[in-house]
């Protein structure tokens, strides 16, 4: 059984720094390209950045382009989303997804449960 269990999220002022970390089992996670979405109230679901199997091929979106870092770390089977510069509007429920095997293509194979996020003025 595959399982994506994200943690890090919580309360924090603007301009501030928060580490998501999403502890991956149940799949061969050094294969899988991994992203990141998230999800604000009453808003669709966006993606927010992804990364290769390798660790190289980082893609961000442009509103987090130069503030957010995905990484990831495949001995601990763990993916990473350092964000900072926080901004209000980044609040939402932020989820990992795996991705196609190798690079990322839009596909989504797994999706974890999300952590939330919420950014005070």
């Known amino acids: 059984q595959v399982q994506l269990v994200e943690s890090g999220g919580g309360l924090v002022q603007a301009g501030g720094s928060l580490r998501l970390s999403c502890a991956a089992s149940?799949?061969?996670?050094?294969?899988?390209?991994m992203a990141w979405f998230r999800q604000a109230p009453g808003k669709e679901r966006e993606f927010v950045a992804s990364?290769?199997?390798?660790?190289?091929?980082?893609f961000y979106a442009d509103s987090v382009k130069g503030r957010f870092t995905i990484s990831r770390d495949n001995a601990k089977n763990t993916l990473y989303l350092q964000m900072n510069s926080l901004k209000p509007e980044d609040t939402a429920v932020y989820s990992c997804?795996?991705?196609?095997?190798?690079?990322?293509?839009?596909?989504?194979?797994?999706w974890g449960q999300g952590t939330q996020v919420t950014v005070s003025s």
């Open positions: 997804a795996a991705g196609s095997i190798g690079y990322y293509n839009g596909d989504i194979n797994y």
């Open positions: 149940g799949l061969h996670f050094s294969t899988y390209a």
């Open positions: 990364i290769s199997w390798s660790g190289g091929g980082a």
